[in-house]
């Protein structure tokens, strides 16, 4: 098992491009996150999925789309890169089963953007 | 609305026990997680209470009190490892969703 995979792992972006960022899970998790962490701040959550074709708002979506056409890919979305959108981006999957230990989040490694 | 407050940064000496405490104030709580986050690297998964009451797992142990919105991670026998950021996390359904503070640097120093 890959766990959570992130691609790319670093991007600059200048002002107002766009840019996907790709995740995908191969645990066959039916809940999955994106984050974001600006340098000294925990995780704010900006978009997250229970399941193919179902996705919602986190608490920081403006800027952000994201879409979620099978279990395994969460891509998230940059359409007009701004500056404020600096910072690291993290995906996350969980499931939910009987066991309480089965909601823990698995992160991925991360992809540190940069908006110039 | 969510709220949860735990310290900037915490220093303690290799060998020693540090206690990084976590308060919360969410609507829909249903447990408490805590991830440890090295620069540069992704959190990781330590510890989940769901029950008041002491988990322990090796040299880390996490507490939950549902009545006073409060918990805390314990750290036996520090290393020089140990140096990173800890992470307190409400669990809330609908979604599992997560909410974050902002982390407890921990400096473990010799």
């Known amino acids: 098992n890959a766990g959570v995979t992130q691609t790319p792992k670093f991007r600059i972006l200048k002002i107002g491009q766009s840019m996907t960022l790709q995740c995908t899970q191969d645990?066959?998790?039916?809940?999955m996150y994106w984050y974001r962490q600006d340098p000294g701040m925990g995780l704010k959550l900006i978009y997250y999925s229970v399941g193919a074709g179902i996705t919602d708002k986190g608490e920081v979506p403006n800027g952000y789309n994201v879409s979620r056409s099978t279990t395994e890919d969460f891509p998230l979305r940059l359409e007009l890169a701004a500056p404020s959108q600096t910072s690291v981006y993290f995906c996350?999957?969980?499931?939910?089963?009987?066991?309480?230990?089965?909601?823990?989040?698995?992160f991925g490694p991360g992809t540190r953007l940069t908006v110039t | 609305g969510q709220n949860i407050d735990q310290p900037t940064e915490m220093t303690a000496t290799e060998g020693a026990i540090v206690q990084i405490n976590c308060t919360y104030q969410?609507?829909?709580?249903?447990?408490l997680f805590w991830y440890q986050q090295h620069a540069g690297e992704a959190p990781t998964f330590l510890s989940y209470?769901?029950?008041?009451g002491l988990e322990e797992k090796g040299r880390f142990s996490s507490f939950l009190s549902r009545s006073k919105g409060y918990s805390y991670l314990l750290l036996k026998e520090l290393q020089m490892k140990d140096s990173a950021s800890y992470l307190c996390?409400?669990?809330?359904?609908?979604?599992?969703?997560?909410?974050f503070g902002t982390g407890t640097q921990l400096k473990v120093e010799l």
């Open positions: 969410t609507s829909g709580f249903n447990g």
């Open positions: 645990m066959n998790h039916n809940y």
């Open positions: 996390a409400a669990y809330t359904g609908g979604g599992n969703k997560l909410t």
């Open positions: 996350a999957s969980s499931t939910h089963g009987r066991d309480r230990g089965s909601y823990e989040q698995y």
């Open positions: 209470n769901v029950l008041d």
